[in-house]
């Protein structure tokens, strides 16, 4: 059966890998440059919409069905992306506006994704043994995240852009028919009452989220005080308001809120967030870092990422089998963030004459935090809570790690425009400045290479400049969580020798093949 959680896992983080890695020969053959960063948000839209729903699905109805869903939808999303613009539509030449609409599709699937393995291990396996199992889904995750730039480059380079999307159907395929077969799970009653206004509520604050940092100070959407960023923040906050007593009155709300008054539950949460904050938005410069200043092609800077990946895959194993052998957890947190911080301060220490060593070592510090802090924070949410409510803690940990991204890029990409701004007027003048700006700063070598000595020089210690105080930042957000998590509450894991006094649901008879 494990195989067939890894096969899930790999299609989830696989995806993104690639896609963005053809995402430029994509642009190029539909014409549709304006709307690229559509692709992207459609696919983190309709991720991020859905995690709650699946996560709460799975626990009112029975996980292996509803996960089998999500796959399913999401292999029907791969193979209509893969058609987009094609004769198969007609040949209309709106084959963007079809990606986008695929993209979303596809998302609705991923979000299921994610949340229901780690649900699916938290209903095969007790607590105490759960922290191996994480771990190895934690390394295939690092390998996912190696392997995708270099399968999306081959597909780019060799194989049509369409293959991109393609790819899923064969793993996606072998995952099915083995989680069909394999995977032995208790069924549950059906006579449930769906909290559908809740979702509709908590689907319209979601979105206007997504979209406030998806939009908001980026080129191809919105100033900040924009009326439409304003109007999406209202939105939000409304739907937040409107929510709370919905869920309060609801049978079966589809967010519980008395996990909330879980003290782990809410602390993690709240690290997850953290978490994705400081390193989804910080990380996602390096590439820009490693291409632009420090000239690595973009293969390359997949493969210079692997010190980092490597770093979190040898300790997300051992955590996991530290935890089944002592059964404490509460270490781990703490000493992953502070690891965490020192990685962001030195990654802000960085400049032009940065070498690909250095950086290596910055990143595999980096790495070591993220392997003591990534699963171990979604094994303290699930112990957290009762049984019937694991599918809402996995989902819950995802989405705020996934929220956290998000306004992490946004407020990250802020930081970055505006110092590059500032410094390229300082550095080459105002004229020079509001040309390379109004590029975008999408400066590859070739392009460099043509820029008189001084500009150049100018504009490479600008950008990493730039993209060290994005890094010096995110300091501030990663302290946090260390602080943090010195307040989470050592609860003994069930299945282990202490958890015989617990007052909590029993773990259910499987069979884990």
């Known amino acids: 059966m494990l195989p067939g959680l890894v096969l899930a896992i790999m299609l989830a983080m696989l995806d993104n890998m690639i896609v963005g890695t053809a995402m ?19 696919y983190v839209l309709g991720t991020t919409v859905s995690t709650p729903i699946w996560g709460k699905l799975g626990d009112l109805y029975g996980r292996k069905n509803i996960f089998l869903g999500s796959i399913v939808l999401f292999l029907i999303g791969s193979a209509l992306c893969g058609m987009a613009g094609s004769a198969m539509f007609g040949g209309t030449g709106d084959g ?9 599709l596809q998302g609705l699937g991923a979000g299921g994704l994610m949340v229901n393995v780690m649900a699916i291990i938290g209903d095969l396996v007790p607590p105490r043994e759960r922290g191996q199992y994480q771990g190895i889904m934690a390394a295939m995750m690092s390998l996912a995240m190696i392997a995708g730039p270099l399968v999306g480059g081959f597909i780019t380079d060799h194989l049509n852009w369409r293959w991109a999307f393609y790819v899923n159907l064969p793993l996606g395929g072998v995952a099915l028919l083995w989680l069909i077969a394999k995977l032995h799970l208790p069924k549950k009653r059906t006579e449930h009452r ?20 998806s939009w908001g100070g980026q080129a191809h959407g919105y100033a900040w005080g924009s009326w439409q960023i304003i109007l999406l923040a209202v939105l939000a906050v409304v739907s937040l308001a409107v929510f709370l007593p919905i869920e309060k009155r609801a049978a079966e709300p589809i967010m519980p809120l008395h996990v909330f008054r879980n003290r782990n539950f809410s602390l993690t949460s709240l690290i997850g967030f953290l978490l994705g904050f400081a390193m989804f938005g910080a990380i996602s410069f390096m590439p820009l870092f490693q291409q632009t200043v420090q000239g690595a092609s973009a293969t390359n800077s997949g493969l210079l990422l692997l010190p980092m990946m490597g770093a979190m895959m040898v300790v997300s194993l051992f955590v996991g089998r530290a935890i089944t052998k002592t059964g404490k957890y509460k270490i781990y947190p703490v000493i992953g963030g502070a690891i965490m911080a020192v990685g962001m301060w030195l990654l802000s220490l960085q400049d032009v004459n940065t070498s690909t060593f250095q950086t290596g070592v910055f990143i595999a510090v980096l790495g070591l935090g993220m392997g003591f802090l990534m699963q171990t924070s979604m094994l303290i949410a699930q112990n957290s809570v009762e049984q019937r409510d694991l599918g809402v803690a996995s989902s819950a940990s995802t989405f705020f790690r996934s929220i956290g991204g998000s306004f992490g890029i946004s407020l ?12 390229l007027t300082e550095k080459i003048g105002p004229q020079a400045a509001a040309a390379v700006t109004a590029s975008g700063g999408q400066m590859n070598s070739a392009a460099l290479d043509q820029l ?34 010195l307040f989470i509450k050592e609860i003994p894991l069930r299945g282990g020798p202490t958890s015989a006094s617990e007052d909590r649901e029993p773990v259910p008879a499987v069979a884990f093949e």
């Open 24 to 42: 430029p020969r994509i642009v190029a053959e539909l014409n549709g440059l304006e709307y690229f960063t559509w692709v992207t948000t459609a």
């Open 96 to 104: 963007m506006t079809e990606l986008i609409a695929f993209r979303a």
């Open 194 to 213: 769906i909290d559908w206004l809740g979702a509709g509520v908590l689907t319209v604050g979601i979105t206007a989220l997504v979209l406030i940092t």
């Open 412 to 423: 990250f990409g802020a930081i970055f425009n505006n110092h590059l701004t500032a410094s």
């Open 452 to 485: 008189p000595p001084q500009i150049k020089g100018g504009f490479l210690e600008s950008l990493a400049g730039s993209i060290s105080s994005v890094f010096g930042w995110a300091v501030l957000f990663a302290v946090l969580v260390p602080v943090l998590a």
